[in-house]
């Protein structure tokens, strides 16, 4: 939720939004812009080639026609006014984090849970999975294993357990890496898992983390931050197992070594992933919380 209006406030006062741009600039195609709602918080990709987005501002998910270029709102996610992270959990069946939060009531905890949108049946379907009276600000989800899913908690600086079958929850991982910093609300924010690791943004704290984790996603070693000098959120897996983030004016690169290099320059960005089907799976879609979503090859 790295611009999302949480941060836009944060910005404006202290004005990191005037930051330079880092690296060479890379040409982005836009592939749809929203207007209503507007900040695009998650991004997934769909075996057919089109793509899910949720908002920061909108209890919702929309789906995206590459193709023809339109979009279309598919799944209003109950009682929640914020969508965030999406996972795909089965083959075209997704993982949702929804809750409630607005820009001038802030953080609602306990609104937390997940949801499912499932379009094996050829129309999306769409149910709660469970809601979590503990959950304090969720954002962050990843697929972890074939009933597993981990979800990044902001404000309780956790990362939650849930199993997508029975809806059961735990906390898996609990650490001051992950803790609210600054004085801000937030601080884990993006989550994946790859390589036998999580990968973690801490928002606020303006790092980046890694830990390896065990089959039940419990971290067998200390977390270390692969940067501490820039804004992120969410992130991707690529083809060769690098990690791709949303980071401070554009994507970066981390290979599993740890090596980090500037992969695209765009603004705005939330989220990213990669497509799918054998024409673009080294396409990046980069979701914006200005509306924009943008492709580009890697």
Known sequence: MRLSSVLVQVLSLTGLASAVALGKRQSTTQVYKFSSPKSAEGIAARSNGNLLVSFFDKGEMWEIDTAKKTAAKIATFTDTTCSAAIAE????????????????????PGSWGIWKVDFTSGSPVTSLLKKVPESGFWNGLTAFSNDTILIGDASK????????????????IQDASMAPSSGMPMGIDGVRYANGSIYYTNIFANRLYKVAVDSTG??????T???????????????DGSVYVAASN??????SSGEVSNAVTVQSATSCTFGKTEADKNTLYIAGSNGVISSVKV
Do not use: C, H, L
């Open 89 to 108: 959990v089965a083959p075209d069946v997704f993982a949702v984090v929804a809750g409630q939060y607005a820009q001038a009531g802030g953080n609602k």
């Open 157 to 172: 600086g956790a990362v939650w357990r849930m199993n997508i079958n029975t809806g059961e929850y735990s906390i898996a």
């Open 218 to 223: 419990k971290a067998t070693g200390t977390p």
């Open 225 to 239: 931050a692969i940067w501490t000098n820039q804004m992120a959120d969410d992130m991707a897996v690529g083809p």
């Open 250 to 255: 554009g994507i970066k690169k981390v290979t």
